[in-house]
């Protein structure tokens, strides 16, 4: 994210993106895993509670090196929140409902960010700096927004879509995968930081974010 404008030499946007990159690290991310600890503690397990994590101060979420990755990439992630399924009624289908709270945030900051991008929209006027600034900030915050929702939502442990992916496999094979979940992350933001990943995780992101955008300017037709 910030790397490809400060490829392109456009500062404007370095800053506009850094700015976004520390709002969605402090103010998002945080969103993100109390959805996940909300939903949890809903299904019967404290787990997450009584480990501080039922909360939205960015402290107790932040990892550093995921925050790095929001910065550099436009991807990452935040501090696992702990579930113990064996608290659950029903540990596979409630676990799946617990990893799929997190993106599912996202999903919804990324529409109400979109909306107000659309708001703002209505009053651009001979080329308004601050109001060209505004859209440009809330127009990353709800493209970082997606693409963590659809980062997390990779089938690879430890992500949230691996917890989801176990609601459908046979249990053998699903903790037989998990065992390897530190070594799959390592590869995995190997792939990140050399770009390996970044064209489909784009690609996805995009369609995503089409979908949301249209969904969003349903309500401003009538305004253009």
């Given at each position: 994210?910030?790397?490809?404008?400060?490829?392109?030499?456009?500062?404007?946007?370095?800053?506009?993106?850094?700015?976004?990159?520390?709002?969605?690290?402090?103010?998002t991310l945080p969103i993100h895993e109390y959805a996940h600890a909300w939903m949890s503690t809903r299904l019967g397990d404290d787990t997450a509670r009584l480990s501080g994590r039922l909360t939205l101060n960015p402290l107790a979420h932040i990892d550093p090196i995921g925050a790095l990755m929001i910065l550099l990439l436009g991807f990452g992630y935040a501090k696992p929140v702990p579930v113990n399924m064996r608290n659950f009624k029903n540990p596979k289908r409630d676990m799946a409902l617990t990893a799929l709270a997190g993106p599912v945030s996202n999903l919804l900051m990324a529409f109400f960010f979109l909306i107000i991008y659309n708001i703002f929209g209505l009053f651009v006027s001979g080329g308004n700096t601050i109001i060209l600034i505004t859209l440009n900030f809330f127009r990353l915050a709800a493209i970082i927004n997606v693409n963590l929702a659809v980062f997390n939502l990779l089938p690879i442990p430890p992500l949230d879509g691996s917890r989801i992916l176990g609601l459908i496999l046979p249990d053998r094979i699903y903790y037989k995968v998990m065992q390897y979940e530190r070594i799959i992350m390592i590869v995995v933001l190997a792939l990140l930081f050399f770009g390996v990943l970044s064209w489909p995780l784009n690609f996805l992101s995009s369609i995503v974010l089409k979908g949301l955008a249209f969904l969003a300017g349903l309500p401003f037709l009538p305004f253009h």
């Open positions: 994210m910030i790397l490809d404008y400060i490829r392109s030499g456009d500062w404007m946007s370095v800053m506009v993106g850094l700015c976004v990159s520390v709002f969605v690290v402090f103010c």
